[in-house]
């Protein structure tokens, strides 16, 4: 009897932990960086559906202008004959698209219907049906890290529900660069600009009020975020995490969460709110890339986010939690350059309930159809992972 007959022999009886016998079913240099936009992104900025007439008629004031062949500065950045790049994204997501080292799955998310963000990040962390109730104690991530053998890390305040469960889990947590000082200068620089005019108590007025819709609204967005990192931050610590992954090749699995994507008012369009944080995703996303250098082309990222938001803007220029979304798969292992899975027109009888982006890509069936192709792995290790999915192959890698 060998040394594998042997431990196979041990652990049947319960006698040797898994991750110690378990041989990993395929390439274990593959990594797979999942990061997750905490609050509920807006995936039909990002990713602009600009030969659908009826978005730009849902979204008056905050829609992204259309390609611009005479200037291409002027408008979103053009994919294929539907889809365009926010042009805040255009020189990171936009150069890695054209690299063939991004692709974006739109009409992408959970069957299961909740707009408490919450309730949806641990039912997407989790990877169990939408009919069962989901157990925060097991999650998808730690489920793939048992069946691989791999080391997962997670740089996190907390283990993610992704990461939690049986495998052993490194924690990393990253520092949270607090916005709300910035925002607390710049009222004190006007406030101190108005000192003694006739303007003070006007302006002193509309400071206060201000203040308390801003911390309404921060109060909103730091709930829906979990203490993850606001986007402000990511780009520096995408870099840290990159040179820590690229330095410690046993890394196999990483998470990271950002925050403040729950933009209920005053969004933007080309420029704002939203357009700053897209900005900042990019830009992180290009430096861990960089920073990861001969690594990145073995590492597969994956972004996705709880739920999408209303395909028509609200009365305060914003979007309210919606349904189906978009989700990104970039890195050196994926076969990018293309916008995949189902689609359907955007058109008011085809919006799910009459005002959200339909779910017709399972990410479920996504995530199953990618470690599927990327670590070579058997139905059933897909079954421990994602119970009852269908693995979709969208040639994604």
Same mark, same amino acid.
């Given at each position: ?18 991750? !110690? ?20 992104? *807006? ?7 600009? %030969? *659908? ?6 979204r =008056? ?31 990171? %997501? ?17 069957? $299961? ?6 309730q %949806?990040?641990?039912? #997407?962390?989790?990877?169990?049906r ?22 997962a ?6 283990? =993610? ?29 006007? +406030?101190?600009?108005y000192?003694? /005019? ?10 206060? !009020? ?6 309404e609204? #921060?109060?909103e967005?730091d ?10 931050? $990511? ?28 933009? /209920?008012?005053?969004?933007? /369009? ?12 990019? +830009? ?19 972004? #996705? ?17 919606? /349904? ?23 058109? =008011? ?7 959200? #982006? ?12 990618? $470690? ?26």
């Open positions: 009897m060998n040394r594998r007959q042997l431990l196979s022999l041990l652990a049947a009886g319960g006698l040797v932990p898994t991750q !110690l016998w378990a041989t990993p079913q395929g390439a274990t240099d593959v990594r797979l960086v999942v990061l997750m936009l905490r609050g509920a992104y *807006d995936g039909l900025s990002a990713l602009v559906p600009y %030969a *659908d007439p009826y978005y730009y008629e849902s =008056p004031r905050i829609a992204i202008a259309p390609p611009n062949a005479l200037d291409p500065n002027s408008g979103a950045m053009r994919l294929d004959g539907r889809w365009a790049l926010h042009p805040m994204l255009a020189d990171t %997501a936009g150069a890695l698209f054209k690299a063939s080292e991004l692709s974006f799955v739109p009409f992408s998310g959970t069957s $299961f219907v909740s707009r408490s963000h919450f %949806a990040q641990d039912w #997407m962390e989790t990877g169990k939408p009919d069962q109730r989901p157990d925060v104690g097991d999650g998808f991530l730690n489920r793939l890290a048992q069946v691989l053998g791999g080391q890390i997670s740089f996190t305040q907390n283990i =993610p529900v992704s990461l939690s469960g049986l495998a052993k889990v490194v924690n990393a947590p990253v520092s949270v660069n607090a916005s709300k000082k910035n925002a607390q200068a710049y009222m004190h620089q006007v +406030q101190a600009l000192a003694g /005019h006739r303007l003070e108590a006007m302006v002193a007025e509309g400071l206060g !009020l201000r203040q308390a819709l801003s911390a609204l #921060m109060k967005m709930y829906s975020a979990r203490g993850a990192l606001p986007a402000s931050g $990511f780009a520096q610590q995408a870099q840290r995490v990159a040179r820590f992954m690229r330095e410690r090749k046993s890394l196999s699995i990483a998470f990271m969460d950002i925050g403040g994507w729950d933009t /209920h008012a005053g969004q933007g /369009h080309a420029q704002g709110l939203l357009a700053n944080r897209l900005a900042a995703l990019g +830009q992180g996303i290009q430096s861990f890339a960089d920073e990861l250098g001969p690594e990145w082309k073995k590492t597969a990222l994956v972004v #996705m986010s709880e739920f999408g938001r209303t395909f028509h803007e609200n009365g305060s220029g914003g979007t309210d939690h919606g /349904h189906g979304n978009v989700m990104w798969l970039a890195g050196g292992a994926v076969q990018g350059g293309t916008i995949a899975g189902e689609q359907a027109d955007l058109k =008011p009888n085809t919006l799910h309930q009459n005002r959200d #982006m339909p779910v017709l890509n399972d990410y479920r069936n996504v995530l199953a159809g990618v $470690f599927s192709q990327l670590y070579g792995l058997r139905p059933s290790a897909l079954e421990t992972i994602f119970p009852d999915a269908k693995p979709q192959n969208l040639g994604l890698v």
